[in-house]
Nanobody, 122 residues
Framework: QVQLVESGGGLVQAGGSLRLSCVASGGTFSDYAMGWFRQAPGEEREFVAA????????KYAESVKGRFTISRVNAMNTVYLQMGSLKPEDTAVYYC???????????????WGPGTQVTVSS
């Protein structure tokens, strides 16, 4: 059983930056691909970014490509999401998740964190 806890969310002005962190415990972190998803009020949870176990491959949603960067440090059991050029439409609860299969499909992800709120003001 893997536990995930996100941090780093908050309120930021449009055009600003935030870095989210997600720390894993209770399992072998490097066994899993990791992903970030987000959910805005009244919306479905959507894919943001994913990274393979060894950081060899990354994938991004079109809406964040070029603005967000996913990375991981296996020795620290941590995955990051560096977010830049933030827009009001990036406002959502951001979740990290662990999967045996890397990619954008929500149902592939086995373990989820409780989420962290990101609010971007205009």
């Amino acid at each position: 059983q893997v536990q995930l806890v996100e941090s780093g969310g908050g309120l930021v002005q449009a055009g600003g930056s935030l870095r989210l962190s997600c720390v894993a415990s209770g399992g072998t972190f490097s066994d899993y691909a990791m992903g970030w998803f987000r959910q805005a009020p009244g919306e479905e949870r959507e894919f943001v970014a994913a990274i393979t176990w060894n950081s060899g491959l990354t994938k991004y949603a079109e809406s964040v490509k070029g603005r967000f960067t996913i990375s991981r440090v296996n020795a620290m059991n941590t995955v990051y999401l560096q977010m830049g050029s933030l827009k009001p439409e990036d406002t959502a609860v951001y979740y990290c998740a662990a999967s045996n299969v890397p990619g954008p499909t929500r149902n592939w992800y086995i373990y989820w964190g409780p989420g962290t709120q990101v609010t971007v003001s205009s």
